[in-house]
């Protein structure tokens, strides 16, 4: 490493500037450099994958901090009785005690669950849900005497990058209950973190949330109602009722069809904001609009 250039790699000419803050720690525990090995390794990791292959890789979080969700196959339960959330929750404690992650929140449904965690190394992530996911169905299959697969494909994952998005999550994590009207109060469920933010946190780390927040405010922001678009995929693209509810948030509550109606100046002022502010591409307007992709390719957006 030559600190003098910046250079990192000769080989790719990947640099990275040394500034005045290079020591300096964000609220995340990392530096600068944490975050530029971040960038190569995802790099790297896409190289190794190849850029063709029909499943891409993983969006990986500069904060360590990730909403994940698991299902059960064609959504069937993984969750039969009292004794089956138990394990579940044993699992997730014994694997966070041997890989150093942190559980934020999480909250245990029949047929899926959902957890905020913050793994403890860079990648950490993929090895914490396969050894999760792989101990849970062999005992579940084991108990109730069945073979085959439990869970739906692979996991889906977002990353969690800001500390108001990171809120947002919590409750709508703890809200589940609710809007699944398995529960009338937030406190009623026990398979969720919520009771431990309130009382004592034994699987979930509550010190960092409540270190942004207090349990007075703590309790009246998850009376609030969570409209956020929480959008989790196992792939880096999004899906398309994410993008038609984006292009009808710009367009005021229109459609994405009726883009095509518009004059020509203001239908392409549209789809210029699209593909530079919103970054979708091409293929992505043009199924979310009707647009053709030849006119679309044809707006200016630089």
């Given at each position: 490493m030559d600190k003098a250039s910046?250079?990192?790699?000769?080989?790719?000419?990947?640099?990275?500037?040394f500034e005045s803050n290079y020591y300096q720690l964000d609220r995340w525990g990392r530096t600068p450099f944490d975050?530029?090995?971040?960038?190569?390794?995802?790099?790297?990791?896409?190289?190794?994958?190849?850029?063709?292959?029909?499943?891409?890789?993983?969006?990986?979080?500069?904060?360590?901090?990730?909403h994940i969700i698991y299902r059960g196959i064609n959504r069937q339960n993984i969750f039969e009785e009292d004794s089956d959330y138990t394990t579940m929750a044993n699992i997730i404690y014994d694997l966070k005690l041997e890989m150093k992650f942190a559980i934020y929140a999480y909250c245990f449904m029949t047929n899926h669950a959902h957890l905020l965690l913050r793994e403890g190394n860079m990648g950490d992530i993929s090895t914490i849900m396969k050894?999760?996911?792989?101990?849970?169905?062999?005992?579940?299959?084991?108990?109730?005497?069945?073979?085959?697969?439990?869970?739906?494909?692979?996991?889906?994952?977002?990353?969690?990058?800001?500390?108001?998005y990171l809120l947002s999550v919590v409750r709508y994590i703890h809200q589940n209950p609710i809007k699944a009207n398995v529960a009338i109060n937030l406190g009623d469920y026990k398979w969720?973190?919520?009771?431990?933010?309130?009382?004592?946190?034994?699987?979930?780390?509550?010190?960092?949330?409540?270190?942004?927040?207090?349990k007075k405010?703590?309790?009246?922001?998850?009376?609030?109602?969570?409209?956020?678009l929480h959008e989790v995929s196992d792939?880096?693209?999004?899906?398309?009722?994410?993008?038609r509810r984006r292009i009808i948030t710009l367009m005021d509550g229109k459609e994405p069809h009726e883009i095509s109606a518009l004059p020509k100046d203001e239908r392409?002022?549209?789809?210029?904001?699209?593909?530079?502010?919103?970054g979708f591409s091409i293929r992505q307007v043009e199924r979310a609009t009707g647009i053709s992709r030849g006119i679309i390719a044809n707006v200016e957006i630089s």
């Open positions: 910046g250079k990192i790699c000769y080989q790719c000419d990947i640099y990275f500037q975050k530029f090995l971040q960038f190569y390794y995802e790099a790297w990791y896409n190289l190794e994958r190849g850029e063709n292959m029909a499943r891409r890789a993983r969006q990986y979080s500069q904060t360590g901090l990730y050894r999760l996911l792989t101990k849970y169905a062999g005992w579940f299959n084991r108990k109730y005497e069945r073979s085959g697969t439990l869970f739906a494909n692979r996991y889906k994952s977002q990353p969690v990058e800001n500390d108001e969720s973190s919520y009771p431990e933010y309130l009382n004592k946190g034994i699987l979930t780390d509550t010190q960092f949330i409540l270190s942004m927040i207090d405010g703590f309790e009246e922001f998850h009376q609030e109602e969570d409209k956020e792939r880096i693209g999004r899906s398309e009722e994410y993008i392409n002022k549209i789809i210029k904001q699209l593909r530079t502010e919103e």
